[in-house]
């Protein structure tokens, strides 16, 4: 069964950066495009940005572009998330997950993560 484990989450104030990893074991990552999700409390989870297998492609929702950039590196079995510029709307529970494609995200795994917690606040 897959693993999935972020790490990373913090409180921190407007303006600063994070970066998440998550380290992903009972598959084989390099055949996986990976995404990262965020639900923040109340709301459904929501699209943040992917990256495909190779890492020659991503594509970003238009409220982290600019801001957020996803990477991975194989021989680790991590993909991130580094977060700049953060503001209180980004404050959500953040989750990778592995998916069809950059643009098809569709779940391919059965199980998520705990994810790690991000809280912008001043």
């Known amino acids: 069964q897959v693993q999935l484990v972020e790490s990373g989450g913090g409180l921190v104030q407007p303006g600063d950066s994070l970066r998440l990893s998550c380290v992903v074991s009972?598959?084989?990552?390099?055949?996986?495009?990976m995404g990262w999700f965020r639900q923040a409390p109340g709301k459904e989870r929501e699209f943040v940005t992917a990256i495909s297998w190779s890492g020659g492609s991503t594509r970003y929702a238009d409220s982290v572009k600019g801001r957020f950039t996803i990477s991975r590196d194989n021989a680790k079995n991590t993909v991130y998330l580094q977060m700049n510029n953060l503001k209180p709307e980004d404050t959500a529970v953040y989750h990778c997950?592995?998916?069809?494609?950059?643009?098809?995200?569709?779940?391919?795994?059965?199980?998520w993560g705990q994810g790690t917690l991000v809280t912008v606040s001043s």
């Open positions: 009972g598959r084989t990552f390099s055949n996986y495009t």
């Open positions: 997950h592995g998916v069809r494609t950059i643009a098809d995200v569709v779940s391919r795994f059965e199980v």
